[in-house]
């Protein structure tokens, strides 16, 4: 493969550009979350409420295995495009869907008494519910207005649910302080994550095999250039870094700049900003002092071969200290103030912008609240790949992204 470089850069102008993106959001003013259940009837909502407590079809279907696929099998059948292929895919999540959410409402009734009663804990506990009693007596799909039918209830639920990772993020930090087994919440939080990760890379692969998008399958993009794809994810965090800190260190990329290949974009759309903005970040702070200096560029390095790809992302940030490296991939650890602190509506306007402007169906960057870096790692390793972390103290940081070929010659990873 060719090794070549590319210099990327936002302008002051382009960066003022992002205003016009944003969307009203809570986060603009505060980092409390609320829960706020989704518009149903009364009815709807006293089901779901009586079900948390008498679950015995939620028990049944949570003993069943899931069959998980993967991604070569779902671009391989995507690619007929006829009515048997997406009636067989919406028969197929009909069977899967609430097997995989009874699971995680089994696991929302083994947290800790006083973890699953926090309020926020609890709303996200019952939008699960729903949906499995929603999805569980569904009548059995036969027909193409069987299919179009399911598939608008399936758009309606993913929109439900598409604050999820903000309301767990803000309900476990609520309750950090009476959580005494750290290892059991981060195995629920990795679990629940990358389940709700797969869930959703399923019902929009369904929902986008009607869509007639070039270059794609569903929601393969079957000839993915990773350079255009990493310089979309730089231009979002360059362009909100503009308009907090009114500069942006350059962000260069080199490497295997011309790799093309077929792969799902969507984690890729969660994982690279939760990284940049790390590194965009911890550049311009640790230079602060010399206002007049030049900002040490970032410098991203692309790497694709037979089996997967890596993205190196190397700062000059100063690194990280030796004694929080054991804590960046923990679950509401993070670096930022407290929420109690007085300048925390300062510190955060960073945080809350991307999380503003940041349309991404995955969830949404947790800035804040300590959950982006873990969130990241967890989906990396549900990719079949791994997220690292080097460090050299008084310099910078690196960052090692390594992810699966959707089509890779050794095992595959599964959805």
């Not at 009734?109 to 519910?129: K, M, Q, S, T």
């Not at 999805?135 to 649910?161: A, G, M, Q, V, W």
């Not at 992302?313 to 993070?334: A, C």
């Not at 959707?406 to 095992?411: D, L, R, V």
Request: glycine share 6%.
């Amino acid at each position: 493969m060719t090794h070549t470089m590319s210099v990327f850069r936002v302008t002051g102008m382009q960066a003022r550009g992002v205003l016009s993106l944003q969307r009203t959001t809570s986060f603009l003013s505060t980092n409390r979350v609320e829960y706020r259940p989704s518009t149903t009837s009364e009815r709807e909502r006293a089901k779901s409420v009586s079900a948390y407590y008498n679950q015995p079809a939620v028990e049944a279907a949570a003993k069943k295995r899931t069959v998980r696929l993967t991604p070569s099998a779902i671009l391989y059948h995507g690619r007929t495009d006829d009515e048997a292929t997406t009636l067989k895919s919406a028969q197929y999540l009909q069977k899967e869907l609430p097997v995989r959410i009874a699971k995680r409402i089994m696991a929302f009734r083994d947290l800790p008494f006083i973890v699953g009663c926090n309020p926020i804990i609890l709303g996200v506990h019952e939008l699960y519910i729903r949906a499995f009693n929603i999805l569980n007596s569904y009548e059995p799909i036969k027909t193409r207005e069987d299919e179009i039918n399911y598939s608008r209830k399936l758009k309606e639920l993913l929109e439900d649910h598409q604050d999820v990772v903000t309301q767990l993020a803000a309900g476990f930090r609520e309750c950090r302080r009476h959580i005494q087994n750290e290892e059991l919440v981060a195995r629920f939080l990795d679990k629940t994550l990358t389940s709700r990760l797969g869930i959703r890379m399923l019902a929009q692969h369904h929902l986008s095999l009607r869509e007639s998008k070039p270059n794609y399958v569903g929601i393969i993009n079957v000839t993915m250039k990773l350079k255009e794809t990493i310089e979309r994810s730089c231009q979002f965090v360059s362009q909100v870094a503009e308009h907090k800190y009114g500069r942006v260190p350059q962000l260069k990329l080199s490497g295997h700049v011309n790799a093309v290949f077929p792969y799902i974009e969507l984690p890729l759309d969660y994982i690279l900003p939760e990284i940049l903005k790390n590194a965009v970040r911890a550049t311009i702070e640790s230079h602060s002092e010399f206002e007049m200096m030049r900002l040490p560029p970032i410098n991203i390095t692309i790497a694709s071969n037979e089996v997967d790809f890596i993205i190196r992302i190397s700062d000059r940030g100063g690194g990280i200290p030796h004694h929080l490296m054991e804590r960046v991939l923990d679950y509401n650890f993070t670096t930022a103030k407290e929420e109690n602190s007085d300048s925390t509506q300062e510190g955060h306007v960073f945080s809350d912008m991307m999380e503003a402007v940041n349309p991404n169906p995955a969830g949404g960057p947790m800035h804040g609240f300590g959950f982006g870096l873990p969130t990241s790692r967890a989906y990396a390793e549900y990719m079949g790949g791994s997220l690292d972390i080097q460090a050299m103290q008084g310099i910078g940081t690196d960052v090692y992204l390594r992810l699966k070929h959707i089509n890779s010659s050794s095992a595959s990873f599964r959805i």
